[in-house]
């Protein structure tokens, strides 16, 4: 009997160890399915809020539609909150995983944030009421302050989008005013590509504007 106790105790151990990991990854998978949510929700929010615009701008679309889509946002700004639990910023990483742009200033000051989300909640209830009243002006004056409510929240608590490789390459490109032109056959060998500062218009006709940033190396009359 007394043989037994040593090898229980290390079963409900090993039990204990299994649990737990269970335990850890069904809280990762519900931060994640929690970031998937909030980010499909802030999605529809961008389309509401594009319908609203809209209207705002031109008066295209309806008085209708503009109400549906500020109360569709009131309904999305009643469960925000709800979405954010702890761990899933994106300094985690299931935050990571998901590509989530939640700053970790969220969770150190949540009151801060649930006041924005009470303040969008506010604005978009405001926008219904103005479109209830099939007046335009007013929906646009309501509008500004949704967006404002909305901007606000982004610049406290999202992150900044990252630049893709391709923008970034994008921004490198070499100024309008460097022009590559071919350089005339040369009895002694093939054409070669060079860079002049020259405008387009002083360049001869197989001029074009420059799309990389590099400046290659003439050869010299020997080699060409």
Not at 26 to 32: G, H
Not at 74 to 103: H, I, N, Q, Y
Not at 183 to 189: F, N, W
Request: hydrophobic content about 45%; proline content about 5%; aromatic content about 6%.
């Amino acid at each position: 009997m007394t043989r037994m106790i040593p090898t229980l105790a290390a079963a409900g151990i090993a039990a204990a160890i299994a649990i737990s990991g269970l335990a850890g990854v069904s809280f990762a998978q519900s931060q994640a399915d929690a970031i998937k949510e909030r980010q499909a929700a802030m999605k529809d929010n961008g389309k509401e809020a594009k319908i609203i615009a809209e209207y705002a701008k031109s008066g295209k679309g309806s008085a209708k539609a503009v109400q549906a889509a500020a109360e569709k946002i009131v309904a999305t700004a009643g469960k925000l909150v709800g979405l954010f639990p702890a761990g899933s910023s994106e300094d985690d990483a299931v935050g990571k995983a998901g590509k989530t742009r939640a700053k970790a200033a969220i969770w150190k000051d949540m009151a801060k944030f649930k006041e924005h989300d009470e303040a969008l909640k506010k604005a978009a209830e405001g926008v219904a009421k103005a479109a209830a009243s099939g007046d335009q002006k007013m929906v646009a004056d309501a509008a500004k302050d949704l967006n404002a409510a909305c901007g606000s929240c982004h610049k406290d608590f999202r992150s900044a989008a990252k630049k893709s490789r391709a923008r970034g390459f994008a921004a490198r490109r070499a100024p309008a005013s460097l022009i590559w032109r071919v350089a005339p056959r040369a009895a002694q060998g093939p054409p070669f590509f060079c860079f002049t500062s020259a405008t387009p218009a002083a360049t001869s006709p197989d001029s074009r504007t420059a799309a990389l940033s590099w400046r290659p190396r003439p050869r010299s009359p020997a080699r060409r």
